[in-house]
């Protein structure tokens, strides 16, 4: 009897002793774990039993940077009987392998989509921590986020919340052992979601499959478009359009370009009684926009065009994002259309067109594309108050025009060579406005927002009409 009990009591003894050697440190009973174990404090302080995260929520608008401090610490907050110091290092290595083991789900299904926080986004006040003798903390090392640069950051994704993450190790002790479980503090940032109705805070990339940003406006200032990049069509000036074109419509706000339509009264200073031409017959005009124009300052030939812009759909509304050759009379030298909105039988419809020279003067020949407003607004029933992204791809053979990455219209260049132009020896007949070999012969961009003609006939409850142009963006390979 004695023997069993003794025998029992040997097995118990040994069953607690492994428990206690097994243990992580989150466990009550210390008994046998070694107290002298270097942490990173916060990821101490963050421990769950399983990982040390802590996350931070940026919402768009914010400027103020992020500041957070880190420190070094014994188990328990004990005293250190000895100095110590380590490094303070961003370990890249343990984020990319949390992100490989994201499809398996669980803890790591968080790194899905996380990205490294890019080192301009961020400053560390110091790479090493030191723990002095017969302290329990060591002086703190700060770290710094830039959060209006991370939130004006083109990594971020499109439509969806981005996660950055800053992982931080300490390593290489001069002294105490290291607690491999809390020496890591994974700092997650996430971006709210860009707002598909608000301009969109990221900056440009400067590079977009293997092509280079060339051209753009962000409409970051205030008051009148960049000079140096847009001119302004003034007047009555095409398709007996309603509108008088003045410079005072247009003007930056808030990161945006906005194009005003406004119903007013303007005198034509061209007015000529019982004149045939519409630009001299109209004494005044009713209604005031503007119509800004890259003639001056940029033409292209090949490459991506990104217009990111929120448009009017009001009766009597034609805003368009459009293209015209830099060279002979229209339609010889090309049109584009990557957007116009206008009726077509009475319905409200987007286009994606593009046109070049017939055998008759002034007269083109179209490759047109339209899908009426009803489509776009059954799939997403606030299509009309949210921002959309018009895309142009060219190159020799094709020109492809996107809404929303949805393909409206792809162009066969093959098939758009000029005719005769209607006038014998006319610049420009028999020429391909779209695929050819001259060096400074291109296309040049124009945002407008015209009001009646194709447009209908405007309703007047509805003024002022805003058309709101987030960016313009050109990119091309490199030579």
């Known amino acids: 009897m004695n023997y069993l009990i003794k025998y029992i009591a040997l097995i118990c003894l040994a069953v607690v002793s492994v428990a206690f050697s097994c243990c992580d440190d989150n466990d009550e009973n210390k008994t046998a774990i070694d107290l002298n174990l270097l942490n990173l404090t916060q990821a101490r302080e963050q421990w769950n039993g399983a990982e040390c995260n802590l996350s931070t929520t940026f919402t768009n608008g914010e400027t103020a940077d992020f500041s957070y401090e880190v420190n070094l610490s014994l188990y328990q907050n004990r ?26 789900g669980g803890v790591y299904s968080k790194y899905a989509d996380a990205i490294l926080l890019p080192e301009s986004y961020y400053s560390l006040s110091a790479d090493k921590l030191m ?55 994974m700092l997650f940032f996430y ?28 409409f970051n200032g205030t008051g009148a478009p960049d000079a140096t990049k847009w001119s302004f069509e003034k007047g009555f000036v095409r398709n007996s359009e309603l509108q008088w074109y003045q410079e005072g419509n247009a003007e930056c706000a808030d990161g945006t370009l906005v194009i005003t339509g406004k119903k007013e009264q303007v005198k034509n200073p061209n007015y000529q009684a019982g004149s045939s031409d519409w630009k001299k017959n109209r004494e005044y005009a009713e209604y005031t926009s503007s119509s800004i124009t890259a003639s001056k300052s940029f033409n292209f030939k090949y490459g ?87 895309r142009m ?85 490199n030579d």
Not at 81 to 104: F, G, M, P, Q, R
Not at 160 to 185: A, D, G, H, R
Not at 461 to 474: A, C, E, I, N, T
Request: glycine share 8%; with cysteine; net charge negative.
């Open 131 to 185: 723990l002095e003798t017969g302290s329990k903390k060591s002086d703190p090392v700060s770290v710094v986020v830039h959060t209006g640069m991370l939130l004006s950051s083109p990594l971020r994704k499109s439509g969806e919340q981005s996660c950055f993450v800053l992982p931080l190790k300490i390593t290489n002790s001069s002294s105490y052992s290291i607690n491999n479980k809390t020496n890591t503090l």
């Open 191 to 218: 971006l709210q979601d860009v707002d598909p109705a608000e301009p969109d805070p990221r900056n440009p990339s400067t590079e977009l499959d293997g092509m280079q940003l060339v051209w753009n406006d962000e």
């Open 393 to 477: 791809d060219w190159d020799k053979n094709y020109i492809k025009l996107y809404l929303d990455d949805e393909l409206l219209n792809e162009i066969d260049l093959s098939n758009t060579t000029n005719g005769s132009g209607g006038v014998s020896g006319i610049e420009g007949a028999w020429q391909n406005p779209f695929s050819n070999n001259y060096e400074s012969f291109g296309q040049y961009l124009i945002l407008n927002l015209a009001l009646g003609s194709n447009g209908g006939e405007p309703d007047d409850s509805k003024f002022p009409l805003h058309y709101y142009v987030d960016y313009v963006r050109v990119y091309q390979l």
């Open 79 to 104: 005293t250190a009987s000895e100095a110590a110091s380590v490094n303070l290092i961003v370990d890249a290595d343990t984020l990319s392998k949390a992100i490989a083991l994201a499809a398996n």
């Open 304 to 390: 991506r065009v990104l217009v990111r812009a929120k448009i009017p759909t009001a009766t009597g509304a034609w805003p368009a994002i459009w293209t015209v050759g830099n060279w002979w009379e229209w339609p010889l030298g090309g049109e584009i259309d990557m957007l116009e909105y206008y009726l077509v039988g009475g319905i409200p419809s987007i286009h994606a067109n593009a046109c070049w020279g017939s055998n008759t003067r002034w007269s083109g020949t179209w490759d047109s594309y339209h899908r009426p407003l009803a489509d776009f607004v059954a799939a997403n029933s606030n299509w009309a108050n949210q921002y959309h992204i018009w």
